[in-house]
């Protein structure tokens, strides 16, 4: 396969993630966030996004990742979706890496908890895994 | 899109526009004779003819063909216009109808065959002037086997809803006159965008006459505007808005004499553009209303009813969203009251009421909402009979069912699975009805209402915003973050400080604040929302009293801020389904707030409780151990410490009389009250014989209203209000007490309020001597 995928990968919890790059509208830095009382616990609230409301994501949280003990700046991807923009927090941003179908595999059985739901597979990368995030369920399903 | 599909599209919004055009006046013609509308029908199917002529619709052309022949005898004096002729010419319409649906959905007049219909047309312009007053009709004997009255109209009467649906998308083009002169600015009423002026552009009567004229005249200065362009302004104004909001608060903080003056006058032309671009966006109710007389009539001869319609108000305007919203619920408020509501003509006739009822609709402008009343001269709803159907289809208990008003009773017909059909006919009740109605005015921010006078008929209110993209809210704050609730569930802001804390009673989690005499349960928006309220513990305490469906109660926030206008923005669904919150929006300093959903905050803080408990009654008995529902309930004293229970609904106020102001009339105990006479009832004598209390302190009273008097009745004390699953057992044969139940585990009596004011008005409790009262509960309690 002369051409491969391209993905956004980001850090979470010492994963090295990716969702697909046409997905991704744009990255941004944490802004002010509202928090919804009674929500489901991943969601971390809704920011203003020029003038569009979006909900905000926390991915460790939702992936049932302990919270971060350091205080280092976290990242926010915000994806399209059907129904408006969806923002991902998430530890660091990563590179663009392009990736060939030869190399995807199933998520392997050592995944477990929540993110064996949320990882549709791996790519085997020269120095190490890039697991492919199921971005459909990491919005849906939660509770 | 070419050329021709764009004149298609043309054609299929005008058909449809002069079909209704056409049904409104055959119907108005049916109550008077006037030549004018006579012409203007006939004028609306002969250029219908033209135009399917020239686009080649031969089956439309043919049938306006013949129709057109029929209403030119008529207009021509040679007919008159018989039922059977509105019938069959009303037939027609529905005929078109389908066939232009069809040409909407595959460009194709379809299979309709329209022969059997034509050959009628064609008929009924044969039998001559004599046919129409049912004198001698020697021609028409085919008729009568042929077809009796109401036959035509049956094989269409299907699609009868149907035809309220357009070929396009009905309403989807609007029409901007320009005849209106730019408004002033200082003409401006912020609270009421529609205007006078527009009104008048907008008003579909107008432009028909308007188009009527049109083809002698001048053609009037009108566009047409595709709704989804003013959708898309209408998004565009919302964000202007949210800027202009940001805007302000930020020249507040600078001093700068250049940008307040620009700052204010961004404010002041965003808030004119915000208006003119709903008024564009307004349609009069009429266009929903047009529908309706075809609607009654038709059914009205289906029930073999004689109805008449009548509207006023049709010109009140509201955001085009919100018609199409409230198009099926007032239609079925309609159907139901011809088919449920009047009664058959004889039966009227033997009560002594005219033949013919009336259903008059209304609709105007109040407080930044439109309201809308569906009354009719009917029957009324027999409360004894909204009972018996409720305890039968277990949706209250017969316990429930003897402790609600009558009020309480009638507003049953809301609950899901209830029908007062005796018989389900083909016209409404099928058990789906009046919740689904209920359901989709309160899915717009509406509420509705019921009032029912057995014997003399039935009224709905509806109340719904006037727009819902931008709308009036309050701002409170809780736990450091901004609230808006929308103002249309807003009564009233109360403050209570130091002393006036007291007026919170909170017993057993149950807060209730007693505001004028009046009990108000109390929620706390941070317990609800699981957020540790910042307010210290001995500040004043903010209320803001709030409306959801017929429950008031108070809202405990933190502070209040102000009254904004926020733009509505929806929330993903995750959040959506929390229940609590109706969206979000954006506030002056770009932060996002929530917007509270009021239904959903009474629900969850147990405000209605006893309502939603009731509603899943019939499912929840089948569940094994089904807790029975909650009540609240007050708990008195009446005699040596013995524990009453009173369903909270039933009362009205708490007071302290003082017992130099009783005054004696007959056996009666009254006080003055609120320019009323208030007859006191001691309950510790009516139940127990006992001696009433040594009169020196205040007298412990709790009102409650029986029909339209009401009556206090004194207690040895008011002990509690709790908030308890209510399982009434009905121990011996006490009169004046329903039964015992356990509250808080301790066996109490539960009263029954009906029994013991009915005691109190007894003829026999008026002649029994004072002071020595013996009452025969038999009768007392009829």
Request: aromatic share 2%; net charge negative; with cysteine.
């Amino acid at each position: 396969m002369e051409h491969g995928r391209q993905y956004c990968t980001f850090q979470l919890d010492g994963w090295l993630l990716g969702v697909p790059i046409e997905r991704v509208q744009e990255v941004i830095r944490p802004p002010e966030t509202t928090g919804v009382p009674l929500a489901p616990r991943a969601v971390s609230g809704l920011i203003n996004l020029r003038g569009e409301i979006v909900t905000a994501i926390d991915l460790r949280r939702r992936f049932g990742a302990a919270a971060r003990t350091d205080d280092a700046e976290t990242m926010n991807v915000v994806l399209r979706h059907e129904e408006g923009a969806v923002a991902l927090r998430v530890d660091a941003i990563g590179d663009v890496l392009e990736v060939t179908a030869d190399r995807f595999r199933t998520p392997p059985p050592t995944l477990t908890g929540p993110a064996h739901e949320l990882v549709r597979g791996v790519y085997e990368l020269d120095d190490g895994l890039l697991l492919v995030l199921d971005t459909e369920r990491a919005v849906e399903g939660m509770d | 899109m070419d050329g021709m599909d764009d004149i298609i599209q043309e054609f299929l919004v005008e058909s449809e526009e002069s079909l209704d055009r056409v049904e409104r006046d055959l119907v108005a013609l049916e109550e008077a004779h006037d030549p004018e509308l006579v012409a203007g029908v006939f004028r609306s199917v002969h250029t219908l003819k033209g135009t399917c002529g020239f686009l080649g619709m031969s089956k439309l052309e043919g049938l306006a063909h013949v129709g057109e022949s029929l209403l030119s005898k008529v207009r021509d004096g040679e007919l008159a216009l018989t039922a059977e002729r509105t019938t069959t010419l009303l037939s027609m319409s529905d005929a078109m109808r389908e066939i232009l649906r069809h040409v909407a959905e595959t460009g194709e007049e379809g299979p309709r065959d329209v022969t059997a219909l034509e050959t009628q047309l064609e008929r009924l312009q044969e039998d001559g002037v004599g046919a129409s007053t049912g004198g001698a009709q020697p021609p028409d004997g085919a008729a009568s086997e042929r077809a009796p009255d109401g036959e035509a109209a049956r094989p269409t009467a299907g699609g009868d809803a149907e035809g309220a649906r357009s070929p396009t998308n009905d309403g989807a083009v609007v029409e901007l006159r320009s005849a209106r002169p730019p408004a002033p600015a200082s003409d401006r009423v912020p609270s009421r965008p529609a205007r006078a002026g527009a009104r008048d552009a907008f008003d579909p009567a107008d432009g028909a006459t308007a188009r009527g004229a049109a083809s002698e005249s001048v053609a009037p200065r009108v566009v047409r505007v595709g709704v989804g362009l003013l959708d898309e302004l209408m998004n565009l104004v919302g964000e202007l808005v949210l800027v202009r909001n940001q805007i302000l608060q930020l020249a507040g903080g600078v001093d700068d004499a250049g940008l307040a003056a620009a700052s204010q006058r961004l404010d002041h032309v965003t808030s004119e553009l915000q208006e003119g671009v709903m008024t564009t966006r307004m349609q009069p109710i009429g266009t929903v209303w047009s529908k309706l007389p075809r609607v009654v009539r038709d059914l009205a001869r289906a029930c073999g009813k004689e109805v008449r319609i009548e509207m006023h108000g049709r010109e009140t305007e509201l955001d085009r969203t919100l018609i199409e919203a409230i198009k099926d619920p007032i239609t079925h408020l309609v159907r139901n009251a011809v088919d449920h509501g009047i009664e058959a003509p004889e039966v009227r006739e033997a009560e002594g009421k005219p033949r013919e009822g009336v259903l008059s609709l209304r609709a105007f402008h109040e407080g930044g909402k439109v309201e809308i009343e569906i009354a009719d001269d009917g029957a009324g709803i027999r409360p004894a009979q909204i009972e018996r159907r409720a305890v039968e289809r277990g949706l209250v208990t017969s316990a429930q069912a003897a402790a609600m008003s009558e009020r309480e009773m009638i507003q049953l017909v809301f609950r899901p699975g209830f029908s007062t059909a005796t018989k389900v006919t083909n016209v409404s009740g099928r058990g789906v009805g009046m919740d689904v109605v209920k359901t989709n005015v309160e899915r717009i921010g509406g509420t509705i209402d019921v009032a029912s006078r057995s014997g003399e008929g039935t009224t709905f209110r509806v109340q719904i915003p006037l727009t819902l993209a931008i709308v009036p809210a309050l701002v409170v704050r809780c736990a450091g973050e901004r609230y808006a609730i929308p103002q249309i569930s807003l009564l009233e802001l109360v403050r209570l400080e130091g002393a006036q804390r007291r007026r919170i009673e909170s017993v057993h989690g149950a807060p209730v604040l007693r505001l004028r005499g009046r009990l108000l349960p109390l929620v706390d928006l941070a317990r609800l929302l699981g957020v540790t309220s910042d307010a210290p513990a001995d500040g004043p305490v903010h209320v803001v009293v709030l409306h959801a469906d017929d429950q008031t109660f108070g809202l405990v926030v933190e502070r209040i801020h102000d009254t904004e206008e926020i733009v509505v923005k929806p929330l993903s669904r995750a959040l959506e389904r929390l229940g609590t919150y109706a969206g979000a929006t954006i506030m002056g300093d770009g932060r996002v707030s929530l917007i509270l959903d009021v239904l959903g905050l009474a629900k969850r803080g147990g405000v209605l409780a006893e309502r939603a408990a009731a509603s899943d009654g019939a499912a929840a008995r089948d569940d094994a151990g089904g807790e029975p529902s909650t009540q609240t309930l007050l708990l008195v004293e009446a005699s040596d410490g013995r524990p009453l229970a009173v369903p909270l609904a039933l009362v009205d106020r708490l007071e302290e009389i003082d017992p130099a102001t009783v005054e004696r009339a007959g056996p009666h105990e009254v006080v003055r009250y609120r320019e009323e006479i208030l007859p006191l009832v001691h309950l510790s004598r009516l139940l127990f014989g006992g001696a009433p209390s040594p009169a020196t302190e205040p007298l412990q009273v709790f009102v409650v209203r029986h029909g339209d008097q009401r009556f206090g009745l004194v207690v040895d004390r008011i002990h509690d209000i709790v908030e308890a699953p209510l399982e009434v057992q009905a121990l011996g044969e006490r009169t004046g007490v329903l039964g015992s139940a356990i509250v808080q585990d301790r066996v109490v009596e539960v009263l029954d309020v009906e029994a013991c004011v009915g005691a109190a008005m007894s003829p026999r409790g008026l002649e029994s001597a004072a002071g020595n009262w013996t009452l025969d509960w038999a009768t007392a309690a009829e």
